[in-house]
């Protein structure tokens, strides 16, 4: 009944019934209480949505896997040092983490979120030598500041670790093609080490994003030992490897460790007359011959240990090797080997395959190579050309189950060869095959890293001709289109920003990131209809995403309502806690209000959020330059633009900070940087007129308007400040001209008055006056 209901369970996950699926494993774990099937009950409740019950039913687990899973679900519940003191179990950071790169992607997730920086850039680093692809490490040490290291991940490092496990993989297989020891007791050769160990079971295995997705594999551990032979009823049953992924993911392999070449099978896992179910591993005895299974139940036999020269000895015949499987290893998890495939069909054909649990299947039953190094097919079944079915059994065990024959049979020597050849030129081609397109993948990430790298350094320029590089099918996803609609809001180019992200709303409609950043874009061109619109379509489509209601903020803040505005941000931040944009628009909408200390305090959690948020940095700048504390003012702009070195508007406002502080030598410097970032932004080129008035340095200031009005003729501040200067001058005349062109441009109330005021004092000595440039 244990095989059945694991199947079940299997099937309802692989379909994605979770509330079924749940219910049965209860069922499960009720009537057979083991390690193995309290990590799959716990993997339904986390599918399921409760992590809760997951945390508390795995709470004091030892294996690998539990702690795994244990973590997943204290970092989900929030509960940091428990996720961290449950993958460094147990023996602090010496220990070996469990699921490789998924389990140190996981502690940088977690050093990431408990502030420490350098740490998490460690955790991340060790993630990608272990896992070229795994690019979500790669997306957070580029968002953490550590571009430079991550560069060097994609780039020769990862060509070597390709090339060595495509060798180490190559050399496995042909051993085991070549060598007339069954390939189960030769995996032993690739076991130097637990380090070797981590690199060959996890090196090509993402179990996917924390809280952005669920488990998606379940890989052996350290403990695949106990897994696999546990005492009491029903213990071992299920070897982990066999529902690697619970069938949700692409099929995924299992090196075992050291000493686990000799491992039982359970009476619970065989079929009819002992036999295994169709699909199931059979690996070397520890237990007694399955020729009596009724009694394998109720004792622990004694083990047998199959050591090499024996184990020749009885396999001298076709039909003795025959009944060995050859079993293909993989470079790489993602591609299902062909030699990996059941050929046999045998007495228990008609039971459903436990091992073939993967989401690539049709069904409960389906026959492809579910993978795993143990896939093996019946015993009675034929073998196909380069395949050898068997299960690793002493000369006794084999003898007894009836199904091989110890006699040396003519031309045996002839077949074994011919076998041997073409398993070793298929192991060659597809090995090649396999190598061909890990590194094809290898060079698309680097372009893509290449230009999300750049992109995190603000080098937008040299992002935008990374992505150009990408293949049309590749650049035309909504990811990479809106990494590239960001480098044009990053370059205030604001019309080709709004272009790109249109471009990127119509390929996937769906794709809600970034329609925060876009909601941003067409507020600054004051698109008031499209922003109402895009408000609208992405709250019905998801009214739990944070991101839909800053766009329904940014509508309200269009219209001035900086209330209801404020509202919608607040809700964004009750839906994740972590969003940090969300902090940011509402300190923009408490300093519009005038509200300084709220707004210190938002923009305050935003870089407590992500340190290296620059718009946070910034709002602070600026509440400290409107409060006239231009020290601190100056303070939080140098930090701006150490993150983001050219934009044009930090190095403008720096510049102002600097001009309050009578440093003008070094604002100009700043002014002039600021307008060869951006020529089109006139607030560099009128700071600098400011400047250069207070230096009394009118004709200079003078020629630094006049290229400004043809920026922007309609800026009635530039008028009044060419007024102004003319004044100085001695020139009324031309000085009442600007002041009226001034007023016709319709400035506001402020500014009127402060025109009216200018021209009633037009005739006054400037001597008596306080002119305030």
Known sequence: MEATLIESVCASLRVYLYRNATFLCERLYADYPNEVNLHLLATCYFRNNQGYRAYHILKGSKSAQCRYLFALACFEMDSMVEAEAALLYPNGTGSEVPNGAAGYYLLGLICKMTDRRQTAIGHYTQALMLDPFLWSAYEDLCLLGAEEDAAGLLGDVAVVRLQQQHQQQLQWELRSSQSSVPAALSIDLFETGNANHTQLRTSYSNLGSPKHSRVSSVALGDDSATFMSSNGPGAGAVNAAAFADYGSSSSSFVTPTAGSSQVSTPKNMQGVNGALPQGMVATPVEGAARSNPGAAGHSQQRRKFVDEGKFRKSIRSPSTRAAYSQVSGRLFDAVP???????GEGKNSGMQQLGNVTSSGSGAGSSGGGGGLYALANPAGPTGRGKRNGENLDTTAVEECGHVSTKREPGEDE??????????????QLSKVCQDGALELLNLLRILGEGFRHLCMYRCQEALQVFSKLPQQQ????????????????MVDYPEADRIFSWARRISPHHLQGTDIFSTVLYHMKKDVELSYLAQETVAMDRLSPQAWCVMGNCFSLQKDHETALKFFQRAL???SRFTYAYTLCGHEYVAMEEFEEGLTCYRNAIRMDSRHYNAWYGLGTIYFRQEKYELAEYHFRRALQINGRSSVLHCYLGMALHALKKNTEALTLLEQAIVADVKNPLPKYQKANVLVSEERYEDALAELEQLKEVAPRESSVFFLMGKIYKRLDLPERAMYHFCIALDLKPSTTDVNLIKVAIEKLHVPDDLEEENL
């Open 337 to 343: 080997r062909r030699s990996s495939r059941l050929a």
């Open 415 to 428: 077949e074994h060869y011919r076998r041997s050849a073409g398993s070793t030129a298929g192991a060659y």
């Open 475 to 490: 650049f035309a996803t909504s990811w990479v289109l809106c990494q590239v609609a960001r480098a044009s809001f990053e």
């Open 574 to 576: 009750q839906l994740d």
